[in-house]
């Protein structure tokens, strides 16, 4: 068989399965929609004809008087959204009576929260957030340190990427949403050798998508079920340099999933299993494992602090591997849940370098990371 006769049967069964993912991604929402249809009214596009009576009451009264019929809470959690006063009434004193901004936005005839599940193209947030330590995540970051081991030196490690939801049927909380999204992914992992005319030693690209969904009964849970593709590449000013190095044309394609439990809200344990369909030079099995301490809500400008361990093991490595250990401050918007980080970095095992994976080596730095 010759080598074009090759491309085109690579191609052919690349295209097989990209279809089959596509295929398996659409069963999975519409069945999630079929799932959670009915769990949550649709918006009340009518007030009810208490609203009516309530107005024309309000209207009739003079300063001084007392109301005692229905009142709206304006989609205060755990209050109904009309109340009826039976100890006391609503005073209307003879002065104005001052009504907040907040009030005056929010509809009170609307269910108050943000619980209702609807389809939603390119949501804000994660479902299943992305493992905060881990350097095989698709995320924005730059990391600068000192390496120890093989070809010890400075460098500076950078990701360029990160995970973007496409589609969610959900609701619309933009920090823990609930509900099942599609997401897709991409990242460049590039070394560059600071000392040595900060040459680029090496690159690893990955690209994927994702399922991601909570559950309704347990919403501190959460489960993802993806495909990624990974290779790794050495770079040309190193080929220059070392020309007898043994370049290796490491890649894979990996079948992951993963399931994550918030124990609190500031804290998290994961677990993950990948198995690789095709691989050159790597084996199939990989583990994935964690715990995190960091924030999930809004932080304002001073934000807070954070914490976090990654463990993982492949077969490639007679199930050795690397740790890391991340620990710094946090910021996440008042907005959406992107998260800021900024802190130190400890890495110990196979080289996160994927052309290097057989290297041990140790990383001491500082580290800049950016999930959205």
Known sequence: MNSETRDNLTLHSAMRIAVGMTVCLLFGATSAQAQYQGQYPPPIQEPPPYQEAYHRDLNSIIPGDEYNGPRPTFGLTGVS???QVQDEGLPFPDRPIEVSEYELSQDPWCPPGNDYWHWQLLPTGQIFRTFLASGQESRL???????SGFRGTTIL???LGG???VVRFGNDDPFLPQGVQWDVEGSAKVRLDIPNDVDVRSADFRAGTQLTW???DAPNHRTRFGYYHLSSHLGDEFLLKNPTYDRLNYSRDVIILGHSVFLSERTRVYGQVGWAFFTTVSQPWELETGFEWAPTQPTGFRGEPFFAIDGRIRQ???????FTVQTGWAWIGDDAGHLLRIGLQYYNGASSQ?????KWEQQVGFGIWYDF
């Open 141 to 147: 970051a730059v990391k600068i340190g000192d390496l």
């Open 316 to 322: 490639e490595l007679d199930w050795g591997g690397a």
């Open 81 to 83: 959204h009309l109340e």
């Open 354 to 358: 994927l052309s290097f994976y057989q």
């Open 157 to 159: 490690d950078g990701n």
């Open 163 to 165: 995970r973007f939801g």
């Open 214 to 216: 909570s559950y309704r």
